[in-house]
């Protein structure tokens, strides 16, 4: 599965408005439709990759992460 800046984007963004993991996954799946547990495989990446990174992320420097 390929992440674009959008769905690390769309994932952060709604993760700090309060939303859960899985709530931002169920936007995510909505969004790009794609599958339920794909959506939120990726919400969980993005944001803990925001996280442990202190908000530095490989998606910033490349276009994708495969």
Known sequence: MVINRRMYNYSNHYYEMGFTIKEVGTFI???????????????EYCIYCKQANKGFCPIDVQELIR
């Open 29 to 43: 799946h909505k969004i790009f439709e794609l599958p339920l547990t794909t959506s939120r495989r990726i919400a």
